[in-house]
């Protein structure tokens, strides 16, 4: 958990949560505006979930507002973004957070292109897109003051799911290499790119109909919770976490 005096030296503090309308990304959206970030709770579709959000931040004393934006859309992602430059001011902070994984699922020779081009533009390419306008604000090249881009990956990446989420999986490598990759091209720029990689975490995303099987090879014996994922992202989102780029911190109970 980052200290309130290390994130009190943040010289601006400008959030967009991807997909932040439940889950990890809403339980990282009210813990940042708890040490001061204004924050952008984007959603695609779940409004109400995502006004609730922002209504949960306003009443502890926060700053946030709600903007839907179909993130695999570029034209909707750049509004996004000057929506928050209008209302919050320039970003400083990204969490690259949306994600599915009920589709694609089953054997590779079940998949249809339909369904694998739908996981791939919401996992892969909507992080490239928001990760670009970001970059344009955030790095000194473009007469930004620095920021940090946080990318949600998996232990799927590892473990792979033979049989039902090898897709999954695949989308969140490449969030890896993202990572990996522009961790290195934006270091001189003043951004920092980490990811974390949860494991079982107790949200939507995991599947309801296997969760006794799974908690049975956990060596906690209990899946996370959304507010232990958002705790790591919120540190790395500080300057407590200064001297770390290109990380990929695992958030996984020892699996």
């Known amino acids: 958990m980052p200290s309130s005096d290390v994130l009190a030296h943040c010289v601006e503090k400008v959030l967009i949560v991807t997909g932040a309308s439940r889950g990890i990304g809403a339980s990282t959206a009210v813990l940042a505006a708890q040490y001061g970030f204004k924050v952008c709770v984007n959603f695609c579709k779940q409004k109400q979930r995502a006004e609730s959000v922002v209504r949960q931040i306003a009443d502890a004393g926060g700053h946030a507002i709600s903007?839907?934006?179909?993130?695999?859309?570029?034209?909707?992602?750049?509004?996004?973004?000057?929506?928050?430059?209008?209302?919050?001011?320039?970003?400083?902070?990204?969490?690259?957070?949306?994600?599915?994984?009920?589709?694609?699922?089953?054997?590779?020779?079940?998949?249809?292109?339909?369904?694998?081009?739908?996981?791939?533009?919401?996992?892969?390419?909507?992080?490239?897109?928001?990760?670009?306008?970001?970059?344009?604000?955030?790095?000194?090249?473009?007469?930004?003051?620095?920021?940090?881009?946080?990318?949600?990956?998996?232990?799927?990446?590892?473990?792979?799911?033979?049989?039902?989420?090898?897709p999954y999986g695949a989308s969140k490598a490449a969030i890896e290499a993202f990572t990996t990759g522009l961790s290195q091209e934006v270091a001189g720029e003043g951004i920092r790119v980490n990811a974390v990689v949860p494991g079982a975490i107790n949200s939507d995303m995991l599947p309801p109909d296997r969760l006794e099987q799974i908690i049975a090879t956990l060596p906690m014996g209990r899946v996370g919770e959304p507010e232990e994922v958002a705790s790591a992202i919120v540190w790395l989102l500080s300057n407590e976490a200064s001297y770390v780029s290109g990380a990929h911190l695992g958030i996984t109970g020892a699996r």
């Open 67 to 166: 903007v839907q934006a179909d993130v695999t859309d570029e034209a909707e992602v750049i509004k996004m973004f000057e929506t928050v430059d209008r209302e919050l001011g320039p970003v400083t902070a990204l969490v690259n957070n949306a994600g599915i994984n009920h589709i694609a699922q089953g054997r590779i020779d079940s998949c249809t292109q339909e369904e694998l081009k739908r996981l791939f533009d919401t996992n892969v390419v909507s992080a490239f897109l928001c990760s670009r306008e970001a970059i344009k604000r955030m790095s000194t090249n473009h007469g930004g003051g620095g920021g940090v881009i946080v990318n949600l990956s998996s232990t799927l990446v590892r473990t792979a799911a033979a049989g039902r989420f090898i």
